[in-house]
Structures are given as structure tokens and as C-alpha cells.
């Protein structure tokens, strides 16, 4: 059973998914920073007092936003490290991973990538978890250098290339309604893994 | 001569210069909105009655920060939409003009990137230069598909790709110094053109 309907037959899970969505949203218009519980009741159409029986703070939406999401990534990124597939089979799947997490969670990604640096207590956490991420995907890139499958240029650079585009997707897929995300993975992943030289 | 060489000869120049470079060092560390001109007084060492004998307010500096980089941005793809090379170089060439100008001024692209919504008055005129900066990337590329240079894929997400990783590059290149640019620009081109593929 997906987490999706695990929390649909939870009402509280409900209420506190639509604040978080609510305030993802915000946070996206205005900046993390910007916001106050008040926008976020105003917007809810809810008194602040009965938001506050919902949520903490906005710490705590801003955790529940990012790290879910930064979770998500790290447990991808394990699935594809311990899998038996290629290095260019590894690499699509890691595009196919951050296609799939953006596409369903834009806004979440906005806040992701524009208001981890808010992040208090779990700072230090998130920070692990991306370094983590960033370790195993420099490993992947330099295995495929060893075996002679992708070409022998700096791996960072590389890395770095391919992430960029990744991480910058939030922006893009939002006004690509059209564009269906498994044909976007398989064109992002021929252009950045094949080039575009004929 | 560089326009670098004519600040150096103007006094009120160079001092308009250096709160600017502080402001934008400021912004990139405090975000824009955070960022006071009292603060920047005090950065500067300067009292805030002297700061405003040089400029008038943030939004004068955020305007200078990004419209002379806008504009850089816009005179080069001019410079590179008119030559005569092929797509492919036409391409490597505004790999370069990224590398260029984020290596000579990694805070302003940071402000470029996370601040320009903060444009008053001028935010028109940007968006201007960002949307005929993307019509003219998009149409070197068509004339690529057309001319059987470059694959033909959605020329779009090629664009995407391609500038997402260019529009990154303020958050990587002040880790790396000892990064030569050149090698950095021609690595980038082989990645992003050649793709990784063997």
C-alpha cells in the first residue's frame, strides 16, 4: 500500500497535509522567510489558534517538506547504488528519480532547493543526507570511468552537469502540462547522458 | 580599453564599485530582502549619511548587479547568433560566455539568479533581456536540429539542459579554484554537447 493511502483513511494526516501544502505553496510565492502562521491561517481560511492545534511552527512544515523529500532522494539513490544494472542503466534511473519526485511535488522541490538554508535543528541532517547523495552519485560516475562506459572527463564536472539540470527541473515542469514524465526522463536522459552532437 | 580600466581612473567610481561589490556579497549571504543599507554601511565602515552620498538605495544596487550582467549576457549571445560558426561552436561559445562572466562574478550571478524578482522598476525590461536571450539559445538550436548538426529532440529540453547546468555554475565555480576556466568551459562543452556516453 502506497504512503498516499495510508494517509488518506488519517483525517488529522489529511488536515496537516493540506497546511503543509498550503504553506509549500506560500513559501513558494513569497520566500520562506516572509511567511508568518498568520498568511498560512489567512490562506487556510482557518483562526490561527485552530492552525496552531495542527502544526508548531513553520519549522516544522519547513522539516516536513524538505526532509521528506531529501529522504526520498536517499532512498532512491540507494536502490540504484545496490542494483545490478549498468552505469548509463544507473544513470537513467537517477534521472527518472528526480523526474518523478518533481513532478509530483514542484513546489515541495521549490522549497527544497530555495529554503533548506532555513532548516534548524535539521540543518545538520539534511546536510548529510545531500552529501550522501552527492558521494554515491560521483561513485556511480567514477565506476563507469573504471569500466570504460562513460568517457574519461573530471567526474565532478560531470556530476555537477547532470545535477544542475536535475535540481533545476522544479522550475520548468510546472508549465510543461503537456509533456508526460516518462517521455521527459527518457529525452532528458538521452541529452545528458548521449549529448546532442550528431 | 576594458571598461574595468575606465572605473579604475574614476575615484567615485571605484567607491560606488566597492559598495556594490559588498552589497552583493551581502545579498548572496542574507538574501536581498534581509539585507539593510544600514547594514551595508556597516560592512562598509562607512556612516549611513556617507553610504548615501554614493547610491541612493538597495534597489539601485540590486539594478546595477543585474541589468550589467543581463546585459552582458544579451551583447555576447548578439556577438555569437551573428557569427558565422557552426551550431556546435556557436554552442561552445556560450558555454564560455557562462564561464566568463560567472567566474568573473560569482555573487552577482547569485543575485542574478535568487534576487532578480526583487527588480522594481526594471523587472520588465529583465525579463525582456531573459526571454530574447532564451528565443535566440532556442532558435541556434533549431537551426542545429534543422541543419542535421544536433539530434533532433525537443529543442526545448535540450535548452533546458543545457542552461540549467550554465545557470548553476555561480554555486560550484567559487569551490574551485583551481579550476582553470578554459579547461572548465571546454569540459562542460564535451559534456554537455558530447554527452557522456563512450
Redesign the interface.
Known sequence: MSNFNLRIVNTEGTRRDEIINTATKLFKEK?Y??VTMRDLATAMGMKAASLYNHINSKQEILKAIIISLAEAFTQGMETIKNSDETV?RKLNLIVALHVDITTKNPYGMASLN?DWMHLEEQLEYYLQLREGYEQDFVAI?KN?IAS????D??PE??M??IL??L??LY??IPNKDDLDPKI?AQ??S?????????
Open positions: 520566500g522567510s516572509a548509463i530555495n560516475i563507469g570504460n562506459e562513460i568517457v572527463t573530471n564536472v560531470i555537477f552537469s544542475s539540470t535540481r533545476s522550475l520548468w521527459l529525452n532528458l538521452d541529452v545528458l547522458i548521449n549529448g546532442i552532437n550528431k
